[in-house]
């Protein structure tokens, strides 16, 4: 058994970890961290059979475990990182410090200076369907962001295959459920503000993802990628739909569904509608998967693309097991749940 620490145990990502990690074959947990809750037992904070202490995240035994999934806020987790990283130890960080390149980079789109920028050349962008070849060897896994693995995930084989070329600009509408802002408190997640509502924000390019999907969506085309981008706050607890309209460049829909067959055909978590048809949240809440539809537009080069995922489970904590699985040469698919069997290619 494969020994692990959860950094941040009580938050919804580190919820949905321990719920993973207890089902996992190969997975032992050993430690779990809360500040507020510590001394308590998990099964005292959370409706969860887990009967384990939670220790401050200064208490926490790292030496006793093998890999540790940080699920702290940003800028916390790459402080608790420097002080961690060595050999022996592997890391899985679903907060956005180590998602990025270059610390400039990472400035420019958080408004923070990188406070580990050496570690950041021991460290690979875990998105296992377009990087997996680079993720066993790595020292800290940075876990893709949740609007940004769905929207790149949809994009991913047109981009590829040179579709968004020269300046390109995709537009990508996303409606998330409540749990991607976390656990705080805060009066725009108030239920009633929440609920019978529908609130965009961070219109445009304004939002942190962005710098995100247009830097892998960048290097999958080899130019320049502009993001037009609307997240939405919905009333429902999780789950990212996704509205994306591509201008396909002159290529018909069965060439740009030919190519998203040929590079999904062997994934396990991607999972290509057949035509016409929509992604829904209902196919993908829980699970890890991303559902993707293809659509045409009569008369037009336009492409619409649907794509939804889970962002507690594809979007952050089933990625994280995805890329742990890989990090330990485990089937990739070990301890993870795929879309419900009805959905064929
Ligand atoms: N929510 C999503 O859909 C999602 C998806 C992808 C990535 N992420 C990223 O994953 C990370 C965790 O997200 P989340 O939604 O799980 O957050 P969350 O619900 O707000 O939970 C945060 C966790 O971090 C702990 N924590 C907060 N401040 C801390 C500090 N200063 N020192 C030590 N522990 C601290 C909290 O512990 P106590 O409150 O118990 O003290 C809690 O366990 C974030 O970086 C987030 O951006 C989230």
């Given amino acids: 058994m494969i020994r692990v620490g959860i950094y941040g145990a009580t938050g919804y990502t580190g919820q949905e970890l321990v719920e993973i990690l207890l089902g996992h074959p190969q997975a032992e947990l050993g430690f779990l961290t809360s500040e507020t809750y510590r001394g308590k037992k998990y099964s005292e904070v959370l409706p969860c059979a887990c009967e384990m202490p939670l220790a401050g995240a200064a208490e926490a035994d790292v030496s006793s475990v093998e890999a ?28 956005a410090d180590f998602r990025f390149g270059s610390p400039d980079e990472y400035a420019r789109w958080y408004g923070v200076e990188h406070k580990a920028p050496e570690l950041i050349g021991h460290s690979v962008y875990g998105l296992p369907e377009l990087f997996r070849e680079r993720i066993p060897g790595a020292g800290i896994v940075g876990n893709p962001g949740c609007y940004p693995t769905g929207a790149i995930l949809a994009l991913a084989p047109a981009a590829s295959a040179g579709l968004l070329g020269g300046d ?54 080899g130019n ?25 460049g002159g290529a018909d829909l069965a060439r740009v569904r030919r190519l998203y067959e040929r590079a999904y055909a062997e994934e396990p978590f991607v999972c290509l509608l057949p035509p016409e048809e929509p992604a829904r949240l209902a196919y993908v809440r829980g699970n890890n998967a991303c559902v993707i539809g293809l659509h045409r537009v009569e008369g037009s080069k336009t492409v619409v693309i649907t794509a939804a995922i889970d962002n507690l489970v594809k979007g952050a904590s089933g990625q994280a097991v995805q890329n742990f699985n890989l990090l330990f040469g485990l089937p990739e698919t070990t301890g993870l749940s795929s879309v419900p069997g009805r959905l064929v290619r």
């Fill in 68 to 95: 540790v999934f940080v699920c702290l806020p940003h800028t916390t987790a790459m402080e608790k990182i420097a002080e961690i990283y060595g050999p022996g130890l592997k890391i899985i960080d679903l907060s």
């Fill in 168 to 221: 390109a600009r995709v537009i990508i509408d996303a409606k998330s459920g409540v749990s991607g802002a976390g656990r705080k408190a805060d009066l725009m997640y108030n239920f009633v503000e929440v609920s019978e509502d529908i609130r965009p924000y961070k219109i445009g390019r304004a939002h942190r993802h962005v710098g995100e999907m247009e830097s892998v969506l960048g290097s999958l085309a």
């Fill in 224 to 248: 320049a990628v502009g993001v037009v981008f609307t997240p939405q706050l919905a009333p429902f607890s999780r789950g990212i739909l996704y509205t994306i309209y591509l201008d396909s």
